[in-house]
């Protein structure tokens, strides 16, 4: 019977502890998942699940020791697990090898899809500008020509007396390291 006492006061204030944990942590923890996971139902589910998994661990023989700290590592794994599971579609690859199609209208949303998307297409535009700055120069100059000034390859090869299969190659090489520079913000978009 003491047995039983004793046990039931051990998950009392271990139920304590942790009602007391999660009131104090609640609050930094969802504002740490919501800047880095932007649908709100997702960054609620995967509190929960920090939450859960520090209910399991707590209970475990083995204390926990820097709670806060744990709860933020465990939240950041949880995000990169999301990411790693989730299949988004990467960015793009060029249209083709033609004149046809712009591979910006394919990477960038809709400037009427609304005030985030907005603002996601702003940021996104932000980066490709630094990304493009990146570029050697005869790489960003066919990027440019082609993808903002609309020009097409043919036009290029005359005025530049450069090859359109050179000019392809730049333009593709150019592709790859915008895609590459900037999957991070399209993937933390959700776009």
């Known amino acids: 019977m003491d047995t039983t006492l004793t046990y039931n006061a051990l998950m009392a204030e271990q139920d304590k502890h942790i009602a007391e944990t999660v009131s104090r942590e609640?609050?930094?923890?969802g504002s740490f998942i919501r800047r880095r996971v932007l649908d709100a139902s997702e960054a609620e589910d995967i509190l929960q699940d920090v939450f859960y998994e520090f209910v399991a661990a707590y209970r475990l023989p083995e204390p926990i020791e820097q709670v806060g700290a744990w709860l933020f590592r465990v939240a950041r794994n949880r995000i990169i697990d999301r990411f790693r599971k989730k299949k988004e579609e990467s960015l793009p690859e060029m249209l083709g090898e033609g004149d046809e199609g712009s591979w910006l209208d394919e990477v960038l949303p809709s400037p009427d899809a609304g005030p985030e998307v907005a603002y996601a297409r702003t940021v996104l535009m932000e980066e490709l500008f630094t990304a493009l700055s990146e570029l050697p120069q005869e790489q960003r100059a066919v990027f440019i020509a082609?993808?903002?000034d609309g020009r097409s390859f043919k036009e290029l090869a005359v005025i530049s007396g450069v090859s359109v299969n050179t000019l392809l190659a730049r333009k593709?090489?150019?592709?790859?390291?915008?895609?590459?520079?900037?999957?991070?913000?399209?993937d933390e978009f959700n776009l």
Do not use: P, S, T, W
């Open 146 to 148: 082609h993808e903002l």
């Open 172 to 186: 593709r090489y150019a592709v790859m390291h915008l895609r590459a520079r900037l999957q991070i913000f399209y």
């Open 26 to 29: 609640r609050g930094r923890l």
